[in-house]
């Protein structure tokens, strides 16, 4: 990538800034890496394609931070001085998934990829054994939408009190249960199980996920926000320790706190929606505090990629750029704001399965005096490096990337 940096004064060199914000606008890729053929994605670009499947497509705030400059969008031009600093992120772990992402932000890399059941469900010894430790004869083992599989099979849990597991592009086991009449609690002991259960290398899941929902029939059934997920721990300390240990406040809105099984978080807020999450943030920078906040916005992978629904996703897209507004309103001389993804997911791409590509990279700060474009990182862990750094905070032993603290000017 050609480089245009546009360099201010030197700013100091140790804490220039008290809070940095990292969102993450889950699945936004920005356009295929050169081994995404490799993984079965041959040209792929979510926000690119995103663009080219609607006539309106309104960003301004992205526009100003320079998200049209990453790649060609039809309805937004790129601006030549940009709020901040703009650049793309290439992932280096082996994986194409939310946990494989965003451990990777922080520091780790992800050798070997987690298994997933896309094509022939979970195997009967897996089955058997979640059966017979719930006391629950399974239906559905089968890759499905969330929506769908209630719609096919709620009626039948109801009834007879049997749990719907099912699975999807991810590495993930999903298991549904109403709120009435399977109750909350048992869910949860259920997925605790399968959690157990799925640590087993054979079956090494990514996640358990409980899908608690309410409703009595067809056509009624709707998804609760009392979802959990139970991840697998980080494979290694990350950048997330590393501050925690050092007094840093660590901030989790969203999944982030189950991505990481709670692993170096010290304070977390539980997310509706991705508009959601976004109005805690903007709560969040009101109130004073000393270190990360790590967020991540879920819907736009989980209403609209895996749906491939390119004009849902552009609507979020969008809905998200007014609250942004609202933050970069709110944020401080001595704030860092990084916006980035954790892996693409191509709406108008084949199947249903998230998307290799490289991540947007914005920053920016009111303190900025630079702007312009960055060069590619082959790392998506430059962002957990760039927050240790910034607080003089070493980062754990075997953990990678490397901090563009300096570059931001």
């Known amino acids: 990538m050609k480089e245009k940096r546009h360099f201010g004064k030197e700013d100091q060199a140790m804490e220039r800034y008290r809070r940095i914000f990292v969102i993450v606008m889950d699945s936004l890729g920005a356009g295929e890496m050169e081994d995404s053929p490799a993984f079965g994605d041959v040209g792929v670009n979510t926000l690119g394609h995103i663009s080219q499947s609607v006539e309106q497509f309104h960003i301004p705030n992205l526009q100003k931070l320079g998200m049209a400059n990453l790649t ?12 901040g600093y703009y650049g793309k992120l290439n992932e280096r772990s082996k994986g194409k998934d939310t946990m494989t992402g965003h451990w990777e932000m922080m520091g780790l890399e992800v050798k070997q990829p987690f298994r997933t059941f896309t094509e022939t469900g979970f195997p009967p010894e897996l089955i058997r054994e979640l059966e017979e430790r719930t006391g629950h004869p399974v239906i559905g083992n089968k890759s499905a939408s969330g929506t769908e599989i209630l719609d096919e099979l709620a009626e039948e849990e109801i ?52 899908r608690p929902y309410v409703g009595k029939k067809k056509g009624e059934f709707r998804r609760t926000s009392n979802r959990h997920d139970y991840a697998l721990k980080p494979i290694g300390r990350t950048a997330l320790d590393a501050l925690k240990d050092a007094g840093m406040d660590v901030i989790s809105v969203g999944k982030i706190k189950d991505i990481f099984d709670g692993e170096g978080i010290t304070e977390a807020h539980k997310s509706k929606s991705s508009v959601h999450g976004m109005e805690q943030t903007i709560a969040i920078a009101q109130k004073e505090f000393h270190g990360l906040c790590f967020v991540n916005l879920v819907d736009f992978d989980a209403l609209w990629g895996h749906r491939r629904d390119p004009a849902g996703y552009a609507a979020e897209i969008e809905r998200f750029d007014v609250n942004l507004g609202k933050l970069l309103r709110l944020l401080r001389e001595d704030d860092l704001l990084i916006i980035t993804a954790d892996h693409g997911n191509d709406p108008t791409y084949t199947g249903t399965d998230h998307t290799r590509e490289k991540v947007p990279f914005l920053a920016y700060s009111p303190s900025m005096k630079g702007y312009g474009e960055l060069p590619e990182r082959d790392t998506f862990a430059a962002i957990g490096a760039t927050a240790a750094d910034n607080f003089g905070v070493k980062m754990p032993e075997g953990t990678i990337g490397t901090s563009v603290l300096r570059e931001l000017r």
Request: hydrophobic share 40%; with cysteine; aromatic share 6%.
């Open 159 to 210: 009834a007879t009190g049997h749990m719907i597991v099912y699975t999807s592009a991810d590495s993930v086991l999903q298991i549904c249960g109403n709120e009435e009449t399977f109750g909350l609690e048992e869910l949860y002991r259920c997925c605790e199980i399968a959690r157990e259960i799925t640590l087993k290398d054979e079956w090494r899941v990514g996640r358990v996920i409980a």
């Open 72 to 83: 060609p969008l039809k309805q937004v031009e790129p601006v030549e001085r940009t709020l």
